[in-house]
């Protein structure tokens, strides 16, 4: 499947990648279309199944941001205060979606995604499975802010 996705895409890199790289994100969207042709998936379920499995690659990459936070709505808390700001030093031209967070009470967080890349649906699979490694049963309602998909609002409640 990567094989037949990377060669029916035209790519300026011609698909290869490193971890330490930088790519055009007009590359992504064709990988990720072709991904939808070829398997039947949507893009919002692609974009999700990929936040989900990127949360396990964190996990495994960068466990020190998950032991200095104690609850998920703290880790959630810290991803721009701290988590983007390491993210930055490594790659100063990743350009990063920023989450700004409002905690209403001790049951209900509101995160605030803005991205000009639109990947709510990648987000929403990584709170999914940040709530479940913290063990939090939570439901979670989207707004979106902006016509084109470039401001979500999450609002996260926990039972």
Do not use: C, W
């Amino acid at each position: 499947m990567v094989d037949l996705i990377i060669e029916t895409s035209e790519l300026p890199s011609g698909g290869a990648y490193t971890a330490v790289g930088t790519y055009d994100y007009g590359e992504m969207l064709q990988l990720i279309t072709n991904l939808t042709k070829n398997t039947n998936i949507s893009i919002p379920d692609l974009l999700k199944a990929y936040g989900k499995y990127n949360f396990v690659t964190f996990l495994k990459s960068y466990q020190g941001f998950f032991e200095q936070t104690e609850s998920s709505f703290e880790f959630l808390e810290s991803i721009d205060k701290n988590i983007h700001v390491e993210v930055k030093k490594l790659y100063p031209d990743a350009e990063l979606p920023s989450f700004q967070t409002n905690r209403v009470n001790d049951n209900t967080l509101e995160m605030v995604n803005t991205s000009s890349r639109k990947l709510g649906h990648l987000a929403i699979g990584l709170i999914e499975k940040t709530m479940e490694y913290y063990g939090d049963e939570m439901t979670m309602d989207t707004e979106s802010l902006r016509d084109d998909g470039s401001q979500i609002k999450f609002t996260i409640t926990t039972s």
